[in-house]
């Protein structure tokens, strides 16, 4: 479904930095109403500023999205400032690095509960609002990792596999209600990611050459978001990745295991 995202009532979660806060940029200028959310009240602040120097509509709800009564604060501040909501996009994520058989449950436990649990029980709240909204759209931001596994990153690799499965299967069961459920799987991107993961274990794993700007990222996502793609992959190492491991996956399991 093709929309316009001026006047769109949008949420975008984990907005303090990276891919988060170029998408609230990005769909700000081109007239969207912004509900905004992170943990860093400051960063939160000072985008705002930011959005609203250049004439947008943002307004924000600082804290843990993983928090059922943050997430109920959410859905009564769109309710309260935009009368319901149009767009959700579920950004927020957080990852951690180093081999499985050194890592601790908890590691695994806080990856899921940041990276699905809280994003599909956002949507689970949501649902009802959306199902009114004006041309409503789910945007998932996941990675390339949720199509091909790499070693050191295996629990992170899980919670976005798991958010791919849940993704297509909601875009399949919201086709009669007019939902689009777009799915954005960047590679490598230059952000604060990298330096924040939860844990860090033995060597960090190689990025490679081609790291995108979370500009990019976020400009790709609000194309998609127009058209209403049902996913893209917004890199061209990261698409080969892809294609290789559904082409020849013995080659790509060779090549990961080799290159990381």
Known sequence: MRRKIAGLRVLVTGTSSGIGRALA??????????????????????????????????????????????????????????????????????GAYGNFEEASPERLRQLMEVNFFAPVELTRLFLPMLTQGRTPAICNVSSVLAHRGVPGKSEYCASKFALHGFSDALRAELSTKGIDVILVSPSTTSSEFASSVVEKKGKAPAEG???????????????????????????RSGYAMVLLDRLCPSLADWAVAKLG
């Not at 969207?32 to 943990?39: D, Y």
């Not at 050459?209 to 890199?235: D, L, M, N, Q």
Request: hydrophobic residues 45%.
């Open 25 to 94: 940029i990005l769909l700000a200028a081109e007239g969207a109403r912004l509900l905004l959310t992170a943990r860093r009240e400051d960063r939160l602040d000072e985008l705002i500023e930011v959005i609203h120097a250049k004439g947008g509509e943002a307004v924000y709800v600082a804290g843990d999205i993983v928090d059922p009564a943050h997430r109920q604060r959410l859905l009564e501040k769109a309710r309260h400032d935009f009368g319901g909501l149009d767009l959700l996009v579920n950004n927020a994520g957080i």
């Open 209 to 235: 050459k081609f790291v995108r700007t979370p500009h990019s990222v976020a400009e790709a996502a609000v194309r998609a978001i127009r058209s209403g793609r049902h996913e893209i992959i917004p890199s």
